[in-house]
């Protein structure tokens, strides 16, 4: 396991209510690799990526005990609009504002104070281009993000997402809403921002793991059963149960 972490969790138990989602997990997420997270439905998934940007915080009877550490910081401390933009996300159902692809794009560098045009309109094509979107938009930047198709929306958020330039993008199944094509198109495009970003994607489809993933984290009720470098778990899981996922016994 790569020593460079970018987070650092320690005993992390998360609760709804009486309801325990996460049960005393303890690991540290390579920093510039992709690790996916997979498990069967319930095991906790995304509620772990959610508590490395601390989505979850305002749901009633949400409770966290243990640490989380973003390069030596405890997330707990940090401003939540600060941890943000190191840490960004983007959803299984593409969610672009309704305005312009331009404003999509602008909107984060604008809320952290961004104001110069020029610094705007470069920010908007290197991020556009980061994201594989900006050939097939350059000269529709005005036009309604709605009006592209869900593949496009999604790198639209994926762009929107690296215009801040985070540290770590969480993925919570990016491309479950898209067709084979644009989830091909995601994949690629996922593997070549892993240069630049630490990349944690929460996926339903093992094959989808295997592809792109450098390291594996598989939950079950809770627990963290195993993480491990992806050829290596594949070839030689150590828990039964994770035998058992990888050979589709259960799922
Ligand atoms: N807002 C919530 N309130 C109460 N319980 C919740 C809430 N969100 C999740 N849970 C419960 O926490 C557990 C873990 O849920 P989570 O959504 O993290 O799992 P998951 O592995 O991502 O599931 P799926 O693959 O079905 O999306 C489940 O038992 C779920 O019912």
């Not at 504002?97 to 309109?121: C, M, Q, T, W």
């Amino acid at each position: 396991m790569s020593k460079d972490g970018v987070f650092e969790i320690e005993n992390l138990n998360v609760y709804y209510g009486n309801k325990q989602a996460l049960k005393n997990v303890t690991c540290t997420v390579p920093r510039n690799k992709i690790t996916a997270v997979v498990g069967p439905s319930g095991c906790g998934k995304s509620t772990f990526l959610r508590v490395l940007n601390r989505m979850n915080d305002l749901i009633p009877g949400y409770r966290v005990e243990g640490t989380v550490k973003l390069d030596g910081e405890d997330i707990m401390t940090l401003d939540p609009v600060v941890l943000r933009k190191k840490v960004g996300m983007v959803f299984q159902k593409p969610n672009p504002f309704p305005k312009s692809v331009f404003d999509n794009v602008a909107y984060g560098p604008r809320i952290h104070g961004v104001k110069n045009k020029e610094e705007l309109r470069n920010i908007v094509e290197r991020s556009l281009k980061q994201a594989a979107l900006w050939d097939e938009v350059k000269g529709e930047l005005k036009k309604n993000a709605i009006n592209f198709s869900g593949g496009q929306q999604q790198r639209l958020c994926i762009a929107r997402a690296i215009a801040v330039e985070p540290e770590v993008l969480l993925l919570d199944e990016p491309t479950s809403a898209l067709d084979p094509i644009a989830t091909q198109k995601i994949e690629k495009l996922i593997e070549e921002l892993s240069e630049k970003y630490t990349i944690v994607i929460v996926t339903h489809n093992l094959q989808q793991a295997l592809r792109i993933s450098d390291y594996m984290m598989f939950f079950y009720m809770g627990e963290l059963v195993e993480f491990d470098e992806t050829n290596v778990m594949t070839t030689n899981p150590k828990d039964c149960r994770t035998s058992d996922y990888l050979r589709g016994i259960f799922s």
